[in-house]
Every structure is written in structure tokens, then in C-alpha cells.
């Protein structure tokens, strides 16, 4: 919603004011968003020892993000999951959605859909890939200044012993201030090392290596806001452009009529549903993608910046 509300305020900028498929999104977004909050209250009130209906989806995926993330982090990774969740769930959302036939209504010489897949348009995805960002970045400055954990204190004999084969969440590095200038540190690296390995008037080099190297950290830090974002965009619009594609010359067969185009109308049918079927599961997998990305994000930030 947040990127449709972008892209409108772009619109606006341009023309005067919100175009129609400005209007689109923002309503589309809000549409996947109160299906999310609906389910999620109805969900509420059939949680119990035994799930049923909707709570039990909600747990299953609810429990697969937490066994990906604990196995990425150890049990650290457990509060990033409901974050995790409300990405996979409005992008999986998102995409279903826009497999429906919606339909269509002309205003102003254009054509609008009732629902307009939010997660096709760039703005959408730039949004959504900004919060990751954000989002993983200032969880590894919090890790960075958190103090220890102080469960952490080896009193157990088995501490070590790994036997449940995942991550365990120890906290060893300097927290605090010390902490805060570690993590800042992390931007020129390995700039400190060469420099004290460099001997006289080659200890210079370490002018313009500081500069390259924080050049370097800093995009390492920002390109996911690049690939994440494109990488959604391309395969939803991909996805959304062919779909329309196909019902658009399936309405003017029909439009046109006569047995030859109907019986092409027909095999075009058969493509749409199959290429339906595709979409769904492309959505599931671009969902997926995106948050198993951003957790291994979160994991990267969590055990480098300590």
C-alpha cells in the first residue's frame, strides 16, 4: 500500500492529479490488507490447543518461517518471523489475488481493473524491499549495541554440545557504545587490517582503500533494496502481462465470433487457466523467495556485527 501510495503521489506530481490505476493500487492494497487483518481476527478466535480452519494455515506458516529462521539463527530468529510472515502472507496475497477475474470498468478511455495486483507495480516493490532493508540493517546495529544475553554463561556442561544440530544464540562481542563503533567499523573493513600490515611509505595506499572499501560496504549493505525489489517487480509483472494478454485477445475472439474463432477462443481458455495455474505457483515461489531472502538478510546482519 505504502508503494502504491508512492507511485500515486508520482502521478500526481505529473499530471495534476491521481490517475485511475493510481487509485488501482491504493484500493488493491487495501483489499489484500483487510483480508490479512480478517482472517488473522478469525484466526484468533480458533487458536487452541488444536487449531482448526484458518488458525491451522496460520500455524503451519507461522511454523515453517520459525523452523527457517531458527535454523538461520538459532532461537534469535524467532522475532523476526512475525515481520517475515506479513511479508510472505501480502505477497502471497497480492498475487492470488490478481489471478481472480476481476472485473473491468472503463473510465476516461482507459481500462481499470477492480483489482490490480499491487505487487506488479515497481513502486510496490521498491517499498516493500526498502522496510527489508531497513529493516535488517537496523537489526544488526541493535544486535551491535545489545548487551550480552545473560543466559549465556556456560554453566551448562551440554551448552556446547550443538544436539539439536541448530544455531544457538550467543552474544560474545562489545555491546553498548563500543558495539555501535564496531558495527561502524564493519563499513571500512578490511581497511584497518592491510593498514597495519603495510610497512612505510605504503601505509599511504590505505587513503584511497578506505574510500573504496567503504564505497563497497555501503552497496553491499543497499543492493538487496535493488535485487529484491526487481526481482519481484520482473516475475509479478511478467506474470500479470501475460495474463492480461491472453484474456484480451480471448474477449475480442469471443467479441468477433463465428465457429473458428471460438474454437481458438477455446484453446485460448485452456492456456489461461493453465497459465492461472502457473501464476499461483510462481506467486507461492516469489513469496517465499523474498522472505527466505530477507531472513538470511537478518541472519547475516545478526552473526557478523558481534
Known sequence: M????????????HSGGM????LSLLWSSAIVIGILVGTAIVARGQAGLVPKG???????????????????????GRRFVPLACSFFLYILMCSWLGLLPWPVFHEHHAE????????????????????????????GLRHAVAPPLEDHHHHHADDHSHEDGQAHDHHHGPSGISGFFHWVGRFIDPVPAIYRDLGGPLKALAIP???LF??????ERF??????????????SAKHTVKVSLLTILEQ????????????ALIIFGSTCFVALLGALAGFLQAMIFTVLFLSYIAHAVHTDH
Do not use: C, Q
Open 2 to 13: 505504502l508503494g502504491s501510495f508512492i507511485l500515486a503521489n508520482e502521478a500526481a506530481g
Open 19 to 22: 490517475g485511475w490505476h493510481e
Open 54 to 76: 484458518t488458525a491451522a494455515v496460520y500455524e503451519h506458516i507461522f511454523d515453517w518461517l520459525e523452523s527457517l529462521a531458527v535454523g538461520m539463527m538459532g532461537k534469535t
Open 112 to 139: 481499470v481493473a477492480l483489482f490490480d495486483n499491487p505487487a506488479s507495480s515497481i513502486s510496490t516493490t521498491l517499498a516493500l524491499a526498502l522496510i527489508a532493508v531497513l529493516s535488517f540493517n537496523l537489526i
Open 209 to 211: 582503500m578506505f574510500f
Open 214 to 219: 567503504l564505497l563497497i560496504n555501503i552497496l
Open 223 to 236: 543492493i538487496p533494496l535493488v535485487s529484491l525489489s526487481l526481482r519481484l517487480f520482473g516475475n509479478m
Open 253 to 264: 475472439l469471443i467479441h468477433d465470433g463465428g465457429f473458428f474463432n471460438w474454437f481458438l
